[in-house]
């Protein structure tokens, strides 16, 4: 299949119609088109209406100069390479005409061979450029496509390393969970009686959160919660201390039956007047013990003073062994 043939178009501006006629002649080929203008007039709309590769314009008009045709039409269509063609030696129209950097300034007697060959070598000269130009923006946008492919794979690949690294993170952390849950556990296998129990959920809790205070509950043959134990570093608080604090809490864990904590200070009111000077800074963490769901049959309640909060931390820990202690205080019963 042939391949198509890219025609050029020029545009001849000449107030002589011999001498146009002569240059369609001259011009005229198979890949180049030639359109005539007698005076700037038409050419300017010409070039508005068709864009013209080239532009061949005699240096005076009927209406204007060829350099005023120049211009217009660089103001219309945009820059378009041009050949002036003067009769007139005038230094004044050549320095003018010269300003405009035409292709080739020719004067009259017109050698049309050499505009010919002028002619030809500019239109392959802005087909070669043209195809630099397409060539180097397929480059270009096949750059921009390699570029956004490597940020593609280099932000998948941060994604995918990320999405591992906290999968790994993750793990890591299940896996110490239970390795915590499994200490505990191995704890509470000499635990005898409830004291045992909550000593060693005490003392567990003490080595991996830090000095505080508690007091265990478990459910009597009413099913109340009764204090069962006070626990604290360097000493417990007293029963009747504990008695007041615990007693509002109770209501609160039946409630709310899982693990919490809760600002003393912002529910002051919660508490017996008695003690609510006392309870100012303090934090509690509660920590129901429930061995199967819908049962709770005790409840440990831990507290820090001095506006020393529980952490996160501090409650998935408290999460996390108090299944274990539940069963335990079940196992004793």
């Known amino acids: 299949m042939p391949m198509s043939v890219q025609v ?45 590769d080239l532009l061949v314009t005699d240096m005076l ?15 219309a269509v945009g820059d378009i390479p041009a050949v002036v063609i003067t009769g007139h030696s005038d230094p004044r129209y050549l320095t003018e005409a010269s300003r405009r950097r035409p292709v080739e300034l020719m004067t009259k007697p017109l050698d049309v061979e050499r505009l010919r060959a002028t002619i030809r070598q500019e239109l392959h000269r802005r087909r070669e450029a043209e195809k630099t130009q397409r060539r180097t923006r397929r480059l270009r946008a096949l750059a921009r496509k390699t570029n956004i492919a490597r940020k593609d794979a280099h932000r998948q690949l941060d994604t ?9 993170r993750t793990l890591s952390g299940q896996l110490a969970f ?41 459910c009597d043959q009413n099913a109340e919660l009764r204090i069962a134990g006070r626990f604290g570093v360097p000493n417990p608080d007293g029963e009747a201390f504990c ?20 600002d003393a200070t912002d529910e002051a009111d919660l508490f017996d007047p008695t003690i609510r000077k006392y309870v100012v800074g303090l934090n509690v963490l509660l920590v129901p013990l429930i061995p199967a769901p819908g049962e709770m ?30 069963t335990a205080v079940r196992r004793n019963d």
């Open 8 to 52: 050029a178009r020029v545009l001849v501006v000449d107030d002589e119609p011999q001498l146009r006629e002569l240059l369609v002649d001259v011009l005229a080929a198979d890949d180049v088109q030639v359109e005539t203008a007698a005076n700037g007039h038409q050419a300017i709309d010409l070039a508005r209406r068709c864009r013209p």
């Open 61 to 75: 008009l009927g209406d204007c100069t060829g350099l005023d045709v120049i211009d217009q039409i660089h103001s």
């Open 160 to 168: 995918t390393c990320s999405d591992l690294t906290e999968a790994y």
């Open 178 to 218: 239970q390795q915590v849950l499994l200490d505990y556990q191995r704890q509470l296998l000499g635990a005898k009686t409830d004291d045992d129990t909550f000593g060693t959920l005490f003392r567990f809790f003490v080595q991996r959160s830090g000095p505080l205070f508690g007091v265990a509950m478990v």
């Open 243 to 262: 008695e007041a604090l615990t007693s509002p809490l109770v209501d609160i864990a039946l409630a709310n039956p899982q693990v919490s904590t809760l």
């Open 297 to 326: 049959i005790g409840l440990v309640v831990l507290y820090r003073k001095g506006e020393q909060p529980f952490t996160d931390g501090d409650a998935a820990l408290a999460e996390l062994i108090s299944g274990p202690t539940a």
